[in-house]
């Protein structure tokens, strides 16, 4: 009933060599978490019982079309009539033939619509994770705000008893340890609103999250993208036509009519005289109030629709890469580039800082500017490496290399 479709051993090979050389698997932690998701999420449950439905459907397109009538007559007059008799249609117009090749293509498209709901769950799943990774990294550095300007509160006042500083100062001081402490607050509940998008997609935040690999991700140049063709929204958009052209194939065999075939054998019995009765008979039907030309006109719009809608597809698709691929390397050589930098020393500043404002060296407001800005640098970098790997993912997804980052290459995801 299914087929294989078989491809050269030179395309087998590239496929390979691309797949190996596209980039490191996850850390077993993350690919294990991301199967629980999949496990749990009831969008990849509904797609996987779309794909049973249409198996059992396709096993039942594979029986015959008709089915074998039996007839039993008798009659009591002057004469006696005991018959039997057996009909069946003949499926001469591939009406069989024609189901199967619909219900083949409806298997493969929901097959296709079952890997793309574990690529987008995956998706989702991924990035919600990096985004409360790097948001717990937010909540901690902003733990670290709090505690250095409650130590500057603490130090100003300290320096006011002495007559170091002025009022206005010391002032300046408390207000810059109740607005990191309203900040504080504000991280805080991003960081809750990312855990609850986590768990909203089927995570078990009961046991801690999977740390973030401190290497940046692979560049661009070492993941070869799949041929437009072999990504799942295009397999599923191929799989969708061929399905409606081979509905227009079902509507145009409907149309023609199959012959009954009939045997009749019995006894009539009139007076004395009994007699033996075999008959056959063939019975055709005439097409004439409804000749099924509107189900083959609706058929061929279906398979119109169908046909646009995988050129839709097909042109989604490389827009999407092609956005996904420059956003990911615009963000990943920004990352790249701010860790080399001194910005991204963020504890050695502030203590430097402190040391000149003890000294008197710069002002107070000069040094509530100076570690403002370079605690929202040091907040802008956490982010700034979120994005990376939220673009990351968003990059392996356009690519169609997701769910082969997560199980391995050729891996047969069937439930």
């Not at 039942?60 to 039996?70: D, F, G, R, S």
């Not at 504000?186 to 801690?208: C, D, M, R, V, W």
């Amino acid at each position: 009933m299914f087929s294989l479709r078989t491809a050269p051993w030179g395309a087998v090979c590239v496929l390979l060599v691309a797949s190996a050389s596209a980039s490191t698997p996850p850390p077993p932690a993350l690919q294990a978490a991301v199967r629980e998701w999949w496990a749990r999420s009831p969008q990849v449950e509904a797609a996987s019982a779309a794909l049973r439905a249409a198996q059992a459907r396709a096993t039942a397109a594979a029986q015959p079309v008709y089915n074998p009538t039996l007839q039993l007559e008798g009659e009591n007059a002057d004469v006696d009539r005991r018959t039997a008799g057996v009909s069946l249609a003949l499926d001469l117009s591939g009406k069989r033939r024609a189901r199967m090749s619909e219900s083949d293509a409806d298997v493969r498209a929901k097959a296709a619509a079952y890997a793309l709901q574990r690529r987008d769950v995956a998706a989702d799943g991924l990035k919600a994770w990096a985004g409360a990774n790097f948001a717990r990294e937010q909540s901690e550095l902003g733990r670290r705000r709090v505690a250095v300007m409650a130590r500057f509160d603490t130090l100003a006042a300290d320096r006011l008893r002495v007559g170091d500083i002025s009022t206005s100062e010391r002032d300046l001081a408390a207000l810059a340890l109740g607005e990191a402490q309203i900040q504080q607050a504000s991280l805080a509940q991003q960081e809750a609103t990312s855990l609850a998008a986590l768990e909203g997609l089927g995570a078990n935040l009961s046991q801690p999250l999977p740390a973030l690999p401190r290497d940046l991700p692979p560049g661009t140049d070492d993941l070869a993208p799949m041929a437009v063709a072999d990504r799942p929204e295009l397999v599923q958009a191929q799989a969708e036509q061929d399905r409606a052209e081979a509905g227009v194939v079902v509507a145009q065999r409907a149309r023609r009519p199959d012959p009954t075939l009939s045997f009749t054998g019995g006894q009539v019995r009139s007076g004395p005289r009994n007699d033996r009765v075999t008959g056959i008979s063939v019975s055709m039907p005439l097409p004439i109030r409804d000749t099924g030309r509107a189900g083959v006109v609706a058929a061929q719009a279906d398979a119109d629709v169908a046909f646009a809608t995988r050129r839709a597809a097909s042109l989604r698709s490389e827009a999407s890469l092609k956005q996904a691929q420059a956003t990911y390397a615009a963000l990943r050589a920004a990352t790249a580039s701010f860790r080399q930098s001194r910005a991204s020393a963020f504890d050695e500043r502030a203590h430097t800082l402190e040391k000149l404002w003890q000294a008197g060296e710069i002002g107070t407001s000069d040094y509530l500017v100076q570690l403002k800005q370079s605690l929202d640098t040091a907040l802008a970098a956490v982010a700034l490496e979120s994005q990376t790997w939220q673009a990351w993912f968003d990059y392996l997804a356009a690519a169609g290399r997701l769910t082969e980052w997560i199980d391995g290459p050729a891996k047969d995801v069937s439930p």
